[in-house]
T-cell receptor, first 113, second 110 residues
Framework: KAGVTQTPRYLIKTRGQQVTLSCSPISGHRSVSWYQQTPGQGLQFLFEYFSETQRNKGNFPGRFSGRQFSNSRSEMNVSTLELGDSALYLC????????????FGSGTRLTVV | TQLLEQSPQFLSIQEGENLTVYCNSSSVFSSLQWYRQEPGEGPVLLVTVVTGGEVKKLKRLTFQFGDARKDSSLHITAAQPGDTGLYLCAGEVLGQNFVFGPGTRLSVLP
């Protein structure tokens, strides 16, 4: 079956702009989580959605937001981009909140200039 | 806030050597996972351990979960260049998100 699909793979944005990233989970997976990965901080948890509801949220400013649709697809949005937002953004899905382990997508590499 | 530490941070070895990487925390986890990540890709789940003292083997990889469920180790026997990558451990606190360690970057030279 198809894996977790993230689009786009690469993105270059200018400081102050906003960006929307998309994630399609594995079919049947209802839980989608987002992580930010940088060389200095590693993988940092952004948020988790389950059945269109945000279940957990990491310690990121309000400029970072997300949502999940009825088909479990998810989007995350970053407004007023800063240079420090440059990172690999990873989406991960699992069947449910109690399921063990994630299946990750290949990520979206965001560069803010 | 749960914190996972991994050691060593970097490891470069010759093909055929054995190695062990460690994942430690002061927190207790309901489960712990190990992932391997290659450049430009997302992490790939290798194993999940849930019981204190549990040992799991996947071919040349042996994973152990500490008795107190605060630490874990990954042992690779006869490493191969294909084992090269970033090894991440991730702990789950029941009902919350996963916390990832900073990773061990392994390079296996032919």
């Amino acid at each position: 079956k198809a894996g977790v699909t993230q689009t786009p793979r690469y993105l270059i944005k200018t400081r102050g702009q906003q960006v929307t990233l998309s994630c399609s989970p594995i079919s049947g997976h209802r839980s989608v989580s987002w992580y930010q990965q940088t060389p200095g901080q590693g993988l940092q948890f952004l948020f988790e959605y389950f059945s269109e509801t945000q279940r957990n949220k990491g310690n990121f400013p309000g400029r970072f937001s997300g949502r999940q649709f009825s088909n479990s697809r998810s989007e995350m949005n970053v407004s007023t981009l800063e240079l420090g937002d440059s990172a690999l953004y990873l989406c991960a899905s699992r069947p449910g909140q109690g399921a063990l382990g994630y299946t990750f997508g290949s990520g979206t590499r965001l560069t803010v200039v | 806030t749960q914190l996972l530490e991994q050691s060593p941070q970097f490891l470069s070895i010759q093909e055929g050597e054995n190695l062990t990487v460690y994942c430690n925390s002061s927190s207790v986890f309901s489960s712990l996972q190990w992932y391997r990540q290659e450049p430009g890709e997302g992490p790939v789940l290798l194993v999940t351990v849930v019981t204190g003292g549990e040992v799991k083997k996947l071919k040349r990889l042996t994973f152990q979960f500490g008795d107190a469920r605060k630490d874990s180790s990954l042992h690779i026997t006869a490493a191969q260049p294909g084992d090269t990558g970033l090894y991440l451990c991730a702990g789950e606190v029941l009902g919350q998100n996963f916390v990832f360690g900073p990773g061990t970057r392994l390079s296996v030279l032919p």
